[in-house]
């Protein structure tokens, strides 16, 4: 199995972890994103470090995995977990549209009480 | 109980309400049954809803023609009315047709009365060839998952009575409600019947549907009726046990 990798791929991809998790916190510092809905990136920034820290821990995986190439496991990991991720979001979506659009309903509903009270 | 209520849906259709309402009234629609419905429009459409001294409702975001409608079902339920009719706020609805489309549900106890462009020859305004071509492929497709024929799927000029006012209060599609929710409707057993009315050609404002929202609508409506359908049996064997 390769497992060449390099000194810089292991930076760059280091760096871009800890990029991802400190940008995450501005979001949530910023009351942007709750951790609520933030902590899966949170995690996968973590996850990512700490491959990019030892990659062994990927290169193990990968062959219990039966992946020929470290690369294509975590590759298809992530391709699913983003499939997951953007589902349970089109879920969460839906509910806050409903939830949207009866406040919405109810608000003009009342006024139209009102009005009609004062005609 | 009252009698019909006029929902009027309203985008950016100030231009057109005071001709309509002026028709609505010669039709005999007492103005505190007519409702327009404001969809977050950015011109002057609810003042002059309220200059005419009809029924408003002024919703706060914009929710589109499906939020826009079931808005104006929930205010008809809650004032007792024992049917509503879409006539939409752009002009095209022919108010004439009104006695007809009453008239048919009076006698034949449906629960929904189409006025459609297609049961009959008649005159007046004709779509463009692609809308047609969308029109004559979702009344085939209502046809294969509910065995009934709708010559006019997409009319939103729609008479419903208490029970579908009911329903369509609890849950009415967001966006191109009309073939979805005839799908379901027809599976769960309502009576729908459909009367030739004229249609006009809209008296200002835009089409919602362009060419680019044009794929949309068919993949979303082609799912939304095949699944709508599939929903209408599953309500009519809950009622059934």
Redesign the interface.
């Given at each position: 199995m390769p497992t060449d990798i390099t000194l810089e791929q292991r930076l760059l991809f280091g760096f871009l972890a800890l990029a991802l998790i400190a940008f995450v916190a501005r979001l949530m510092h910023r009351r942007q994103v709750d951790l609520q809905h933030a902590w899966p990136w949170v995690l996968a920034g973590l996850l990512a470090a700490v491959l990019a820290a030892f990659p062994a821990v990927l290169v193990t995986g990968a062959r219990l995995l039966g992946f020929k190439v470290p690369s294509n496991a975590a590759m298809s990991l992530a391709i699913t977990a983003l499939v997951f991720l953007v589902l349970v979001q089109s879920v969460a979506i839906g509910r806050m549209?409903r939830d949207?659009?009866d406040l919405?309903?109810r608000?003009?509903?009342l006024?139209?009480w009102e009005?009609?009270k004062k005609r | 109980m009252n009698g019909l209520a006029v929902l009027v849906p309203a985008f950016n259709e100030g231009p057109s309400l005071p001709a309509l309402i002026r028709e609505l009234v010669a039709q005999g629609c007492p103005l505190r049954h007519i409702l327009v419905i404001n969809d977050g429009s950015g011109d002057d459409t609810l003042a002059v809803a309220r200059s005419l001294g009809v029924a408003t409702l002024d919703l706060a975001i914009r929710l589109g023609i499906g939020g826009t409608v079931q808005a104006g079902y929930r205010w008809a339920l809650e004032r007792d009315f024992h049917w509503a009719v879409q006539v939409d706020g752009d002009g095209q609805h022919d108010p004439a047709a009104l006695p007809a489309l009453l008239g048919a549900a009076v006698a034949t106890a449906g629960d929904m009365v189409i006025g459609s462009r297609f049961v009959a020859a008649r005159g007046g305004y004709r779509s463009t060839w692609l809308r047609r071509l969308g029109i004559a492929w979702f009344s085939g497709l209502i046809r294969f998952v509910t065995g009934r024929r709708i010559h006019d799927p997409t009319s939103g000029m729609r008479l419903v009575g208490r029970r579908l006012m009911k329903s369509f209060a609890e849950h009415y599609p967001a966006d191109f409600p009309e073939p979805e929710t005839l799908a379901r409707i027809l599976a769960a057993g309502y009576t729908v019947e459909e009367v030739a009315v004229c249609m006009r050609e809209r008296g200002a404002g835009r089409s919602s549907i362009d060419s680019v929202t044009a794929v949309y609508y068919a993949v979303k409506v082609t799912l939304g009726v095949v699944l709508g359908a599939v929903a209408g049996r599953l309500e009519r064997r809950r009622h059934a046990d």
């Open positions: 549209q949207v659009r919405c309903q608000m003009a509903l006024e139209a009005d009609e | -």
